[in-house]
């Protein structure tokens, strides 16, 4: 009877004491976080409620096992599975709360500043930085518990590592565009380059950048067409960065005229148009004649923007409403094509 009962009396009470403690530092946390509605940090914290009850667990069967008495001839597998479980939930649990903790940065840098470019830069870097933690947890994880589950690597461990020269030139070369991935990914964070959030023109499309990772790069292009690229690209070839320096932008609209075009009517109802448009920041405007032809003139009207999104669609409206209301009230002076009609040949001929 002492054989059953033991076990029961431990890994029942292990296990009862375990979740007692994850209910009440979850009680602890959403009582600090009504205490404090002002930072989201507790309420963050409470995504690793999960996996901290399951490092409790397996921590805590692992410490009070011995106290069963089952003296199992796979006591050892037992503890080492244990001991994997705990490894896994302690990355499990650093990965949440490195999420938590990013986000919480995050969103109070946000509230402090207004500077959109700034909140940006930092975004990518919580991001990328996020992302190499959980790559070298996942990683020293996986080693560890290779090791644990499989002894005999130690000694294969040991003769690795006496070599670790070699072996490290040989992975270099082999994985030689990856590192520069990786390399060319920390210069975008830290460099200040490109950011998530930036409007750019990369091979002839333009988007925002939507994801930076270790090795790739996503531009949501206009359509919602996706663009991904190998972060090395951004450091290797030149691309636009219409977001660099701020936001704000300044749009032009090309117009080819005829040369009776009224271009003093034509600046006033562009800059009286503009003033209706919520669009429009107010910053700029201007309509100059930048070319002249033998058949047309070149009229360029510029406007500016709060961003890339407003100036898209602030040109194309200029460019409608321009050529509109040059078709009412001035159409001639809409580019005309010379067409004359072909005599008969008898005619020439005459």
Known sequence: MDEVLRPLIVFGGTLAVTVAVG????????????????TRLPGLLRRV????????????????????????????????????????????????AVDAVAENTLDKYAGRTADTARVRRLHTQLTLVRRIVTTVLALTSAAVVMLLLFPNLRTLGTSLLASAGII?????????????NLMAGLQIAFGDSVKIGDTVVVEGEWGTVEEITLSFLTVRIWDDRRLTMPVSYFNNKPYENWSKGGPQLTGTVFLHLDHSTPVAELREHLH???????????????????????????????????NADDVWTLRCAVREELVAWLGAYHPYALPKISTAVAAPAHALAD
């Not at 009440?24 to 404090?36: G, P």
């Not at 490290?168 to 520069?180: P, R």
Request: proline content about 4%.
């Open 23 to 38: 209910v009440l530092i979850d009680r602890l946390l959403c009582y600090a976080a009504t205490k404090h509605p002002r």
């Open 49 to 96: 409620q999960l996996p901290l009850q399951l490092l409790l667990a397996t921590a805590g069967l692992q410490f009070t096992y011995p106290m069963a008495e089952l003296h199992l001839r796979q006591d050892a597998v037992i503890r080492n599975l244990l001991a994997t479980a705990a490894i896994l939930a302690a990355a499990w649990l650093t990965i949440r």
């Open 168 to 180: 490290g030139i040989i992975a270099g070369v082999a994985a030689q565009s990856t590192l520069g």
């Open 272 to 306: 009286d148009y503009l003033r209706q448009r919520p669009d429009w920041d107010g910053r700029d405007w201007n309509l100059l004649v930048t070319d002249s032809t033998p058949t047309s003139i070149v009229v360029r009207a510029s406007m500016s923007a709060r």
